[in-house]
Protein backbone atom coordinates (compact mmCIF):
# COMPACT_ATOMS: atom_id res chain seq x y z
CA UNK A 1 0.00 0.00 0.00
CA UNK A 2 1.07 3.29 -0.97
CA UNK A 3 1.68 5.86 2.22
CA UNK A 4 -0.14 8.86 2.52
CA UNK A 5 2.11 11.67 2.80
CA UNK A 6 1.58 14.50 5.76
CA UNK A 7 2.27 17.04 3.34
CA UNK A 8 -1.00 16.32 1.54
CA UNK A 9 -3.06 15.89 5.07
CA UNK A 10 -2.00 19.32 5.95
CA UNK A 11 -2.82 20.45 2.54
CA UNK A 12 -6.03 19.16 2.58
CA UNK A 13 -7.56 16.60 4.58
CA UNK A 14 -11.08 16.46 3.47
CA UNK A 15 -10.58 13.47 0.39
CA UNK A 16 -9.09 11.56 3.02
CA UNK A 17 -11.89 11.42 5.08
CA UNK A 18 -13.66 8.20 5.87
CA UNK A 19 -10.88 6.40 4.11
CA UNK A 20 -8.59 3.89 5.61
CA UNK A 21 -5.22 4.83 4.88
CA UNK A 22 -1.36 4.59 6.09
CA UNK A 23 0.84 6.32 7.04
CA UNK A 24 4.61 5.66 6.61
CA UNK A 25 6.87 7.97 9.63
CA UNK A 26 9.43 8.11 12.49
CA UNK A 27 8.08 8.90 15.64
CA UNK A 28 8.97 12.44 17.43
CA UNK A 29 7.00 11.66 20.85
CA UNK A 30 4.94 9.19 22.56
CA UNK A 31 2.48 9.07 25.28
CA UNK A 32 1.05 6.48 26.63
CA UNK A 33 -2.09 6.56 29.27
CA UNK A 34 -4.15 3.84 30.61
CA UNK A 35 -6.97 3.54 27.84
CA UNK A 36 -5.41 5.78 25.10
CA UNK A 37 -2.43 6.93 23.91
CA UNK A 38 -0.61 9.86 21.38
CA UNK A 39 1.72 9.75 19.05
CA UNK A 40 3.36 12.42 17.19
CA UNK A 41 4.75 11.21 13.65
CA UNK A 42 6.87 13.33 11.06
CA UNK A 43 7.07 11.33 7.73
CA UNK A 44 9.97 14.05 6.29
CA UNK A 45 7.15 15.65 3.90
CA UNK A 46 6.56 18.09 5.96
CA UNK A 47 7.38 20.03 8.64
CA UNK A 48 4.78 19.64 11.27
CA UNK A 49 4.13 16.17 13.09
CA UNK A 50 0.80 14.31 12.44
CA UNK A 51 -1.07 13.48 15.57
CA UNK A 52 -1.81 9.81 16.02
CA UNK A 53 -4.15 8.87 18.98
CA UNK A 54 -3.92 4.84 19.90
CA UNK A 55 -5.75 2.86 22.15
CA UNK A 56 -4.68 -0.55 23.79
CA UNK A 57 -6.22 -3.06 20.82
CA UNK A 58 -4.32 -1.23 18.03
CA UNK A 59 -1.13 -1.23 19.67
CA UNK A 60 -1.07 -4.17 21.81
CA UNK A 61 1.19 -3.91 25.48
CA UNK A 62 3.51 -5.89 24.42
CA UNK A 63 4.91 -3.61 21.30
CA UNK A 64 4.64 -0.23 23.26
CA UNK A 65 8.26 -0.54 24.83
CA UNK A 66 9.27 -0.63 20.79
CA UNK A 67 7.38 2.68 19.93
CA UNK A 68 10.02 5.03 21.27
CA UNK A 69 11.39 8.47 19.72
CA UNK A 70 13.03 8.02 16.30
CA UNK A 71 11.48 4.16 16.06
CA UNK A 72 9.85 3.95 12.02
CA UNK A 73 6.39 2.86 12.23
CA UNK A 74 3.51 2.25 9.72
CA UNK A 75 0.21 3.38 11.24
CA UNK A 76 -3.31 2.47 9.93
CA UNK A 77 -6.52 4.15 10.22
CA UNK A 78 -8.83 7.09 10.00
CA UNK A 79 -8.95 10.76 9.76
CA UNK A 80 -10.65 12.55 11.96
CA UNK A 81 -11.77 16.16 11.85
CA UNK A 82 -10.68 17.99 15.46
CA UNK A 83 -12.16 21.37 15.49
CA UNK A 84 -10.71 24.14 17.71
CA UNK A 85 -7.66 21.74 18.57
CA UNK A 86 -4.62 22.81 17.79
CA UNK A 87 -4.33 20.83 14.44
CA UNK A 88 -7.41 20.52 12.00
CA UNK A 89 -7.05 16.49 12.34
CA UNK A 90 -5.91 13.36 13.83
CA UNK A 91 -5.11 10.03 13.15
CA UNK A 92 -7.22 7.54 14.82
CA UNK A 93 -5.53 4.39 14.36
CA UNK A 94 -6.69 1.49 13.86
CA UNK A 95 -3.14 -0.69 13.62
CA UNK A 96 0.11 0.52 14.49
CA UNK A 97 3.25 -1.71 12.98
CA UNK A 98 6.58 -1.21 14.11
CA UNK A 99 9.12 -0.92 10.77
CA UNK A 100 13.05 -0.21 12.45
CA UNK A 101 13.40 -0.01 16.38
CA UNK A 102 15.25 3.09 17.83
CA UNK A 103 16.73 1.77 21.14
CA UNK A 104 17.07 4.08 24.09
CA UNK A 105 20.37 5.42 23.55
CA UNK A 106 19.20 7.28 20.76
CA UNK A 107 20.85 11.13 21.70
CA UNK A 108 17.24 12.73 20.54
CA UNK A 109 15.30 10.85 23.10
CA UNK A 110 15.52 13.95 25.15
CA UNK A 111 13.72 16.95 23.79
CA UNK A 112 15.58 19.89 24.10
CA UNK A 113 19.29 19.87 23.62
CA UNK A 114 22.27 22.66 22.84
CA UNK A 115 23.17 23.60 19.22
CA UNK A 116 26.44 22.85 20.64
CA UNK A 117 25.66 19.58 21.10
CA UNK A 118 23.52 18.83 18.17
CA UNK A 119 26.32 20.57 15.96
CA UNK A 120 28.57 17.47 16.95
CA UNK A 121 26.17 15.18 15.80
CA UNK A 122 25.37 15.98 12.23
CA UNK A 123 23.94 13.08 10.82
CA UNK A 124 21.36 13.13 13.00
CA UNK A 125 20.75 16.97 13.97
CA UNK A 126 18.02 17.48 10.73
CA UNK A 127 15.97 15.40 13.10
CA UNK A 128 15.17 18.19 15.12
CA UNK A 129 12.99 21.00 14.33
CA UNK A 130 15.63 23.81 14.00
CA UNK A 131 17.64 22.00 11.82
CA UNK A 132 14.68 20.30 10.24
CA UNK A 133 13.76 24.56 9.45
CA UNK A 134 16.83 25.40 8.49
CA UNK A 135 17.88 22.97 5.67
CA UNK A 136 14.66 22.67 4.17
CA UNK A 137 14.63 26.67 3.96
CA UNK A 138 18.19 26.22 2.10
CA UNK A 139 16.39 23.99 -0.55
CA UNK A 140 13.39 26.44 -0.95
CA UNK A 141 15.85 29.07 -0.96
CA UNK A 142 18.27 27.82 -3.46
CA UNK A 143 15.93 26.92 -5.79
CA UNK A 144 14.32 30.37 -5.34
CA UNK A 145 17.89 32.02 -6.26
CA UNK A 146 17.61 29.81 -10.04
CA UNK A 147 13.84 30.63 -10.21
CA UNK A 148 14.94 34.57 -10.01
CA UNK A 149 17.82 34.50 -12.43
CA UNK A 150 15.89 31.99 -14.79
CA UNK A 151 12.79 34.63 -15.01
CA UNK A 152 15.08 37.08 -16.31
CA UNK A 153 16.95 34.87 -19.20
CA UNK A 154 20.17 34.66 -17.12
CA UNK A 155 22.43 31.46 -18.53
CA UNK A 156 23.56 29.00 -15.61
CA UNK A 157 26.90 28.03 -15.96
CA UNK A 158 28.86 25.41 -14.25
CA UNK A 159 32.29 27.25 -13.33
CA UNK A 160 35.09 25.01 -12.51
CA UNK A 161 35.86 23.49 -8.87
CA UNK A 162 39.39 22.93 -9.26
CA UNK A 163 40.67 25.72 -10.66
CA UNK A 164 44.48 27.18 -11.76
CA UNK A 165 43.44 31.13 -11.46
CA UNK A 166 43.29 32.73 -7.70
CA UNK A 167 40.69 34.75 -8.14
CA UNK A 168 40.80 36.89 -4.86
CA UNK A 169 44.71 36.93 -4.68
CA UNK A 170 43.75 36.58 -0.55
CA UNK A 171 46.29 33.27 -0.67
CA UNK A 172 43.00 31.38 0.56
CA UNK A 173 43.49 28.55 -1.46
CA UNK A 174 43.28 24.92 -0.66
CA UNK A 175 45.87 22.82 -2.96
CA UNK A 176 44.37 19.63 -4.71
CA UNK A 177 47.32 17.31 -5.38
CA UNK A 178 48.27 13.72 -5.66
CA UNK A 179 51.72 14.19 -5.32
CA UNK A 180 53.12 11.78 -2.50
CA UNK A 181 55.00 13.91 0.50
CA UNK A 182 58.47 15.26 -0.14
CA UNK A 183 57.70 15.74 -3.36
CA UNK A 184 57.44 19.31 -4.50
CA UNK A 185 57.71 19.48 -7.95
CA UNK A 186 54.36 20.93 -9.79
CA UNK A 187 55.66 19.81 -13.02
CA UNK A 188 55.10 15.96 -11.46
CA UNK A 189 51.37 16.56 -10.56
CA UNK A 190 48.08 15.39 -11.36
CA UNK A 191 47.53 18.30 -13.88
CA UNK A 192 51.40 19.15 -14.41
CA UNK A 193 50.92 22.43 -12.59
CA UNK A 194 49.75 23.81 -9.22
CA UNK A 195 46.05 23.44 -8.71
CA UNK A 196 43.75 24.56 -6.03
CA UNK A 197 40.02 24.45 -5.07
CA UNK A 198 38.03 27.56 -6.30
CA UNK A 199 37.34 30.55 -3.99
CA UNK A 200 34.92 32.02 -6.65
CA UNK A 201 34.22 31.32 -9.67
CA UNK A 202 33.95 34.70 -11.02
CA UNK A 203 36.54 35.15 -13.38
CA UNK A 204 35.51 31.89 -15.28
CA UNK A 205 31.87 33.53 -15.18
CA UNK A 206 33.30 36.59 -16.75
CA UNK A 207 34.39 34.46 -19.56
CA UNK A 208 30.70 33.50 -19.93
CA UNK A 209 29.21 37.08 -19.51
CA UNK A 210 30.19 38.28 -23.60
CA UNK A 211 28.61 34.97 -25.04
CA UNK A 212 25.87 34.90 -23.06
CA UNK A 213 24.94 38.26 -21.65
CA UNK A 214 23.37 37.15 -18.54
CA UNK A 215 25.07 34.32 -16.81
CA UNK A 216 24.84 32.93 -12.98
CA UNK A 217 27.43 30.24 -11.23
CA UNK A 218 26.17 28.85 -8.08
CA UNK A 219 28.60 26.33 -6.37
CA UNK A 220 30.55 25.71 -3.72
CA UNK A 221 33.43 27.77 -2.87
CA UNK A 222 36.67 27.13 -0.35
CA UNK A 223 38.41 29.09 1.80
CA UNK A 224 41.51 28.11 4.07
CA UNK A 225 40.90 31.42 6.20
CA UNK A 226 41.46 30.99 9.67
CA UNK A 227 39.50 32.78 11.10
CA UNK A 228 37.25 31.02 13.70
CA UNK A 229 34.22 33.35 13.59
CA UNK A 230 30.12 32.18 13.48
CA UNK A 231 30.61 33.87 9.49
CA UNK A 232 33.25 32.02 8.05
CA UNK A 233 33.12 28.30 6.76
CA UNK A 234 36.08 26.99 4.59
CA UNK A 235 33.54 25.66 2.57
CA UNK A 236 29.92 27.75 1.56
CA UNK A 237 27.82 28.28 -1.36
CA UNK A 238 28.34 31.06 -3.53
CA UNK A 239 25.67 32.54 -6.07
CA UNK A 240 27.84 34.95 -8.61
CA UNK A 241 26.04 36.68 -11.49
CA UNK A 242 28.02 38.49 -14.10
CA UNK A 243 26.45 40.89 -16.78
CA UNK A 244 27.67 42.35 -19.52
CA UNK A 245 26.97 45.52 -20.51
CA UNK A 246 26.09 46.42 -16.81
CA UNK A 247 27.67 49.34 -14.73
CA UNK A 248 27.94 49.39 -10.70
CA UNK A 249 24.39 50.73 -10.24
CA UNK A 250 22.90 48.32 -12.43
CA UNK A 251 24.94 45.95 -10.62
CA UNK A 252 23.12 46.90 -7.18
CA UNK A 253 20.00 47.11 -8.75
CA UNK A 254 19.88 43.40 -9.49
CA UNK A 255 21.02 42.72 -6.16
CA UNK A 256 19.01 44.47 -4.73
CA UNK A 257 15.46 42.92 -6.65
CA UNK A 258 17.66 39.36 -5.62
CA UNK A 259 17.47 40.16 -2.60
CA UNK A 260 13.91 41.14 -1.67
CA UNK A 261 12.70 38.52 -4.81
CA UNK A 262 14.30 35.27 -3.18
CA UNK A 263 13.47 36.58 0.51
CA UNK A 264 9.61 37.33 -0.71
CA UNK A 265 9.32 33.97 -2.12
CA UNK A 266 10.73 31.89 0.77
CA UNK A 267 7.96 33.44 2.73
CA UNK A 268 5.95 32.31 0.31
CA UNK A 269 6.92 28.99 0.28
CA UNK A 270 8.29 28.26 4.00
CA UNK A 271 5.68 29.72 6.60
CA UNK A 272 5.80 27.01 8.71
CA UNK A 273 9.60 26.45 9.25
CA UNK A 274 9.41 30.59 9.13
CA UNK A 275 6.96 30.70 11.74
CA UNK A 276 9.14 28.27 13.87
CA UNK A 277 12.19 30.73 14.02
CA UNK A 278 9.89 33.94 14.52
CA UNK A 279 9.11 32.02 17.48
CA UNK A 280 12.30 30.25 19.30
CA UNK A 281 15.14 31.52 17.27
CA UNK A 282 14.78 35.02 16.88
CA UNK A 283 11.83 36.75 18.14
CA UNK A 284 10.40 39.92 15.31
CA UNK A 285 11.95 37.72 12.43
CA UNK A 286 9.15 38.07 10.47
CA UNK A 287 8.57 41.53 10.81
CA UNK A 288 12.06 41.65 9.65
CA UNK A 289 12.13 40.34 6.96
CA UNK A 290 8.90 42.05 6.00
CA UNK A 291 10.22 45.24 6.10
CA UNK A 292 13.49 44.20 4.40
CA UNK A 293 10.84 43.90 1.27
CA UNK A 294 9.96 47.34 1.87
CA UNK A 295 12.76 49.12 2.23
CA UNK A 296 15.05 51.12 -0.50
CA UNK A 297 18.47 49.79 0.23
CA UNK A 298 20.94 53.01 1.53
CA UNK A 299 23.67 53.50 -0.96
CA UNK A 300 27.17 55.09 0.42
CA UNK A 301 30.35 55.85 -0.72
CA UNK A 302 33.08 53.75 1.54
CA UNK A 303 34.94 57.32 2.08
CA UNK A 304 31.19 58.35 3.68
CA UNK A 305 31.25 55.20 5.93
CA UNK A 306 34.37 56.49 7.02
CA UNK A 307 33.17 59.92 7.95
CA UNK A 308 30.14 58.19 9.78
CA UNK A 309 32.51 56.45 11.65
CA UNK A 310 34.34 58.96 12.74
CA UNK A 311 31.20 60.71 14.10
CA UNK A 312 30.51 57.79 16.06
CA UNK A 313 30.09 57.90 19.55
CA UNK A 314 30.49 54.41 19.34
CA UNK A 315 33.96 53.09 21.26
CA UNK A 316 35.39 50.54 18.58
CA UNK A 317 38.27 48.42 19.47
CA UNK A 318 39.76 48.97 15.79
CA UNK A 319 39.28 52.55 14.91
CA UNK A 320 37.95 53.59 11.26
CA UNK A 321 40.78 55.51 9.41
CA UNK A 322 40.22 55.94 5.38
CA UNK A 323 42.18 53.16 3.73
CA UNK A 324 41.28 50.36 6.64
CA UNK A 325 39.08 47.37 5.84
CA UNK A 326 35.82 47.66 7.85
CA UNK A 327 35.08 45.46 10.80
CA UNK A 328 32.38 43.65 12.00
CA UNK A 329 31.61 46.24 14.76
CA UNK A 330 31.80 49.18 11.66
CA UNK A 331 29.97 47.16 9.40
CA UNK A 332 27.21 46.37 12.47
CA UNK A 333 27.19 50.34 13.66
CA UNK A 334 26.15 51.15 10.01
CA UNK A 335 23.14 48.98 9.58
CA UNK A 336 22.02 48.97 12.89
CA UNK A 337 22.51 52.55 14.49
CA UNK A 338 23.08 54.61 11.35
CA UNK A 339 20.83 53.45 8.57
CA UNK A 340 18.84 50.41 10.25
CA UNK A 341 19.12 48.15 7.43
CA UNK A 342 20.52 46.71 4.56
CA UNK A 343 23.66 49.24 2.85
CA UNK A 344 25.38 49.19 -0.07
CA UNK A 345 28.93 50.70 0.91
CA UNK A 346 30.55 51.41 -2.33
CA UNK A 347 34.08 52.75 -4.22
CA UNK A 348 36.29 51.30 -1.46
CA UNK A 349 40.11 51.77 -1.49
CA UNK A 350 41.87 49.40 -4.39
CA UNK A 351 44.29 48.70 -1.88
CA UNK A 352 41.99 46.51 0.30
CA UNK A 353 40.25 44.93 -2.89
CA UNK A 354 41.13 42.68 -5.66
CA UNK A 355 42.62 43.11 -8.89
CA UNK A 356 40.13 43.02 -11.02
CA UNK A 357 37.78 45.57 -9.37
CA UNK A 358 37.26 48.94 -12.05
CA UNK A 359 40.02 51.88 -11.10
CA UNK A 360 38.30 54.92 -10.63
CA UNK A 361 39.29 58.80 -11.63
CA UNK A 362 40.44 59.38 -8.52
CA UNK A 363 43.27 56.88 -8.64
CA UNK A 364 42.84 56.01 -5.10
CA UNK A 365 39.59 53.83 -5.26
CA UNK A 366 38.05 50.92 -7.43
CA UNK A 367 33.73 50.11 -8.10
CA UNK A 368 33.55 47.85 -5.91
CA UNK A 369 29.88 47.18 -3.67
CA UNK A 370 29.52 45.40 -0.75
CA UNK A 371 25.86 45.06 0.57
CA UNK A 372 25.89 44.85 4.50
CA UNK A 373 22.84 43.58 6.41
CA UNK A 374 21.83 43.98 10.64
CA UNK A 375 23.31 41.47 12.34
CA UNK A 376 25.29 39.43 9.90
CA UNK A 377 27.20 42.47 8.38
CA UNK A 378 28.41 41.34 4.21
CA UNK A 379 26.55 39.28 2.35
CA UNK A 380 27.43 40.25 -1.21
CA UNK A 381 30.78 41.47 -2.38
CA UNK A 382 30.65 42.80 -5.98
CA UNK A 383 31.82 45.27 -8.50
CA UNK A 384 32.29 46.61 -12.02
CA UNK A 385 34.84 44.59 -13.68
CA UNK A 386 38.72 46.43 -14.91
CA UNK A 387 37.53 46.28 -19.01
CA UNK A 388 40.87 48.45 -19.87
CA UNK A 389 43.39 46.02 -20.99
CA UNK A 390 46.10 48.14 -19.89
CA UNK A 391 45.02 49.68 -16.78
CA UNK A 392 44.02 45.86 -15.80
CA UNK A 393 47.79 44.72 -16.77
CA UNK A 394 48.89 48.01 -14.62
CA UNK A 395 46.96 46.54 -11.75
CA UNK A 396 48.14 42.89 -12.34
CA UNK A 397 52.02 44.03 -12.09
CA UNK A 398 51.50 46.33 -9.66
CA UNK A 399 49.68 43.60 -7.00
CA UNK A 400 52.87 40.85 -8.42
CA UNK A 401 50.17 38.68 -9.91
CA UNK A 402 51.69 36.15 -12.62
CA UNK A 403 50.84 37.24 -15.94
CA UNK A 404 51.21 34.61 -17.73
CA UNK A 405 48.40 32.58 -15.86
CA UNK A 406 45.59 35.01 -16.36
CA UNK A 407 46.59 35.59 -20.06
CA UNK A 408 43.03 33.96 -20.80
CA UNK A 409 41.56 36.16 -18.44
CA UNK A 410 43.05 39.53 -20.50
CA UNK A 411 42.33 37.73 -23.41
CA UNK A 412 38.66 38.27 -22.74
CA UNK A 413 39.28 42.03 -22.55
CA UNK A 414 41.17 42.35 -25.22
CA UNK A 415 38.35 40.44 -27.50
CA UNK A 416 35.41 42.46 -27.42
CA UNK A 417 35.60 43.21 -23.54
CA UNK A 418 33.03 45.71 -23.07
CA UNK A 419 31.93 46.72 -19.43
CA UNK A 420 30.55 44.40 -17.10
CA UNK A 421 29.70 43.82 -13.50
CA UNK A 422 28.63 41.08 -11.50
CA UNK A 423 28.65 39.76 -7.41
CA UNK A 424 28.87 37.30 -4.74
CA UNK A 425 26.27 36.33 -2.43
CA UNK A 426 27.34 34.11 0.42
CA UNK A 427 23.79 31.65 0.77
CA UNK A 428 25.01 30.61 3.88
CA UNK A 429 25.26 34.29 5.28
CA UNK A 430 21.45 34.78 3.88
CA UNK A 431 20.25 31.72 5.23
CA UNK A 432 21.44 33.11 8.92
CA UNK A 433 19.50 36.62 7.62
CA UNK A 434 16.67 34.29 7.15
CA UNK A 435 16.12 31.89 9.73
CA UNK A 436 17.47 33.91 12.88
CA UNK A 437 20.26 31.60 13.00
CA UNK A 438 23.77 33.30 14.76
CA UNK A 439 26.51 31.05 13.43
CA UNK A 440 27.61 29.51 10.19
CA UNK A 441 27.74 25.80 11.40
CA UNK A 442 23.74 25.62 11.67
CA UNK A 443 23.11 26.60 8.03
CA UNK A 444 25.28 23.91 6.45
CA UNK A 445 24.80 20.04 6.43
CA UNK A 446 27.85 19.27 7.33
CA UNK A 447 29.94 22.39 7.68
CA UNK A 448 33.73 22.59 7.14
CA UNK A 449 36.04 25.38 9.30
CA UNK A 450 39.33 25.89 10.72
CA UNK A 451 40.40 22.78 12.72
CA UNK A 452 36.94 21.12 11.96
CA UNK A 453 35.94 18.45 9.17
CA UNK A 454 34.03 15.50 10.57
CA UNK A 455 31.55 13.15 7.88
O1 LIG B 1 33.44 39.30 -1.07
P1 LIG B 1 33.88 38.01 -1.70
O2 LIG B 1 35.22 37.50 -1.33
O3 LIG B 1 33.74 38.23 -3.26
C1 LIG B 1 34.13 37.34 -4.23
O4 LIG B 1 34.58 36.25 -4.05
C2 LIG B 1 33.84 37.85 -5.61
N1 LIG B 1 34.69 37.10 -6.54
C3 LIG B 1 32.38 37.68 -5.91
C4 LIG B 1 31.99 38.22 -7.28
O5 LIG B 1 32.09 39.40 -7.50
N2 LIG B 1 31.56 37.36 -8.18
O6 LIG B 1 32.81 36.88 -1.35
C5 LIG B 1 31.46 37.05 -1.71
C6 LIG B 1 30.56 36.66 -0.57
C7 LIG B 1 30.76 37.46 0.71
O7 LIG B 1 30.09 38.68 0.66
C8 LIG B 1 30.18 36.52 1.75
O8 LIG B 1 28.77 36.59 1.75
C9 LIG B 1 30.58 35.16 1.20
O9 LIG B 1 30.81 35.31 -0.18
N3 LIG B 1 31.79 34.65 1.86
C10 LIG B 1 31.79 33.69 2.81
N4 LIG B 1 30.78 33.01 3.39
C11 LIG B 1 31.11 32.10 4.32
N5 LIG B 1 32.37 31.81 4.69
C12 LIG B 1 33.43 32.46 4.15
N6 LIG B 1 34.66 32.16 4.51
C13 LIG B 1 33.14 33.46 3.15
N7 LIG B 1 33.92 34.28 2.39
C14 LIG B 1 33.07 34.98 1.63
MG1 LIG C 1 34.05 40.60 0.39
Not at 405 to 414: G, N
Request: aromatic content about 12%.
Amino acid sequence: MQFILIKNLFEDFKPYLEKEISIGGFIRTYRSSKSVSFMELNDGTFFKPIQVVLNETTLGKENEALFLTGAAVKITGKIVPTPGMKQPFELAASSAELLAACPPDYPLQKKRHTLEYLRTIAHLRARTNTYYAAFKIRSVLSFAIHKFFNDRGFTYIHTPIITTSDCEGAGEMFRVTTLPPGETDPAKDFFGKDARLTVSGQLNGEAFCFPFRNIYTFGPTFRAENSNTPRHAAEFWMVEPEMAFCDLNMNMELAEDMIKSIIADTITNAMPELEFFNEFIEPGLLDKLNALLNKDFARITYTQAIEQLKKAKSDFAYPADWGCDLQTEHEKYLTEEVYKGPVFVTDYPKKIKSFYMRQNGDGKTVAAMDLLLPGVGEIIGGSQREEREEKLLARMKELGLNEKSYDWYVDTRRYGGVYHSGFGLGLERILMVITGLKNIRDVIPFPRTAGSASY
